[in-house]
């Protein structure tokens, strides 16, 4: 999609969330004792966090940063989490007021669906469920998964078998944010955790950045990335997120920290060929996908070895269909965070195939992972954050 494309998106999008912000602003002003000090105050703070994610965005994004901005980014993120669920339960409770209002069974409950009413609960139930997705967000879980090495044997090629016959551990994440949604601490964390996994590899699946490499002069991330340990090393494939800013810096600061960033390249890992595919947002930027087969092509002209096995790391899980067709055994993906928001990974699990979770196409395993952090909103309420330990073991 082209970024022409993008901007009249961007404007409906916008003007929507205003659009729905005044309509319920003024409900909730309406709702207040007629006192002038009472509403001005609440529609200020209304409006100040209404607008307080995308204004600190801005600021952040134009180097204007300090306690206050990030304060605001953080209750803005937050806002917008409460206020999705809050309109979300609005919505319901209107639809039982008129419901109740013309079904004589339930006339008698209509006083429970007076606007003030409706303001209250839905407020207080948004304000539970925002604050036990923030409780989820923090968390972070370590998901397994066990793939047959038959099945990741490419077709007349012997069985890529571990040494010593044990399984082999690829680690993988995806969707880590730096800049936006992950602390140091948290980055300590994860690093921390994969870590203590001892995997033979680690895949990461893109997104790893939402910062320029300028603004890393104070968070250090790219010190602690350079923590990860694995017997064949880091792989990386980019992720939409790496385009929004300059993506050649960003490229180079994700190599500086020892990440192998593939795109649209293949290296041979121990066993495996791993592939990292360029996230289909480089098409906004006049750079194109390359067919995976050409890829792996040019690569094994290159190399006189044995066959390998081929693992695929593709940020956006689109192209399973391709990539099976081309002999990858393991598709890894993320960029969907299931939907982050519960009910919108009913629309991620419409529009991709594998939302998240693991399904079979043929001889090939695709795995979605949720992701190790967030965006926008720092709540997650449709699934957990995690790591993922693959287990590439004997059938």
């Known amino acids: 999609m082209k970024a022409r494309t993008m901007i009249p998106i961007f404007l409906v999008i916008l003007i929507s969330y205003i659009a729905i912000h005044v309509f319920v602003g003024r409900s909730l002003i309406q709702s207040l004792h007629d006192t002038t000090w009472a509403?001005?105050?609440?529609?200020?703070?209304?409006?100040?966090?209404?607008?307080?994610?995308?204004?600190?965005?801005?600021?952040?994004?134009?180097?204007?940063?300090?306690?206050?901005?990030?304060?605001?980014?953080?209750?803005?993120?937050?806002?917008l989490a409460f206020f999705f669920y809050f309109v979300l339960l609005l919505a319901v409770l209107w639809i039982l007021h008129l419901a109740a209002g013309r079904i004589s069974t339930l006339q008698g409950l209509a006083g429970f669906f007076?606007?003030?009413?409706?303001?209250?609960?839905?407020?207080?139930?948004?304000?539970?469920?925002?604050?036990?997705?923030?409780?989820?967000?923090?968390?972070?879980?370590?998901?397994?998964?066990?793939?047959?090495?038959?099945?990741?044997?490419?077709t007349g090629a012997p069985e890529a078998v571990p040494p010593a016959g044990e399984a082999a551990r690829i680690v993988f994440l995806s969707d880590l944010h730096i800049g936006t949604s992950t602390s140091p601490d948290r980055l300590h964390t994860i690093v921390e955790t994969v870590n203590a996994l001892r995997p033979d590899l680690i895949l990461i699946g893109g997104d790893i950045i939402d910062m320029s490499p300028e603004e890393d002069k104070e968070f250090a991330a790219g010190t602690i990335l350079r923590g990860f340990r694995a017997r064949h090393g880091v792989f990386a494939c980019p992720g939409n997120h790496e385009y929004i800013l300059a993506p050649e810096a960003g490229f180079s600061w994700i190599s500086r920290t020892g990440i192998r960033l593939?795109?649209?390249?293949?290296?041979?890992?121990?066993?495996?060929?791993?592939?990292?595919?360029?996230?289909?947002?480089?098409?906004?930027?006049?750079?194109?996908?390359?067919?995976?087969?050409?890829?792996?092509?040019?690569?094994?002209?290159?190399?006189?070895?044995?066959?390998?096995?081929?693992?695929?790391?593709?940020?956006?899980?689109?192209?399973?269909?391709?990539?099976?067709?081309?002999?990858?055994?393991?598709?890894?993906?993320?960029?969907t965070h299931h939907g982050q928001l519960w009910p919108?990974?009913?629309?991620?699990?419409?529009?991709?195939?594998?939302?998240?979770?693991?399904?079979?196409?043929?001889?090939?395993?695709?795995?979605?992972?949720?992701?190790?952090?967030?965006?926008?909103?720092?709540?997650?309420?449709?699934?957990r954050p995690e790591i993922l330990l693959i287990r590439l073991a004997r059938e």
């Open 262 to 335: 593939l795109d649209d390249e293949a290296i041979i890992a121990g066993d495996y060929i791993i592939v990292g595919r360029r996230d289909w947002a480089a098409a906004r930027h006049g750079f194109q996908r390359t067919p995976l087969r050409a890829i792996v092509q040019k690569l094994t002209k290159t190399t006189n070895s044995r066959p390998h096995s081929l693992i695929v790391l593709d940020h956006q899980p689109r192209s399973l269909d391709e990539a099976a067709q081309a002999g990858a055994r393991l598709i890894l993906s993320g960029h």
């Open 39 to 79: 509403r001005s105050i609440t529609l200020a703070i209304y409006i100040l966090l209404g607008s307080g994610w995308i204004l600190s965005s801005l600021l952040i994004r134009n180097g204007i940063d300090g306690w206050l901005v990030s304060s605001l980014h953080e209750a803005g993120s937050y806002w």
């Open 114 to 154: 007076s606007r003030v009413a409706r303001l209250l609960t839905a407020g207080g139930l948004a304000l539970a469920i925002t604050l036990a997705g923030a409780i989820n967000a923090r968390g972070l879980i370590v998901r397994e998964y066990t793939v047959p090495t038959r099945s990741l044997a490419p």
């Open 344 to 383: 919108i990974n009913w629309i991620t699990s419409t529009i991709f195939e594998n939302s998240h979770g693991m399904i079979s196409k043929g001889d090939t395993t695709c795995i979605t992972s949720s992701g190790v952090s967030v965006w926008g909103p720092q709540v997650r309420t449709s699934s």
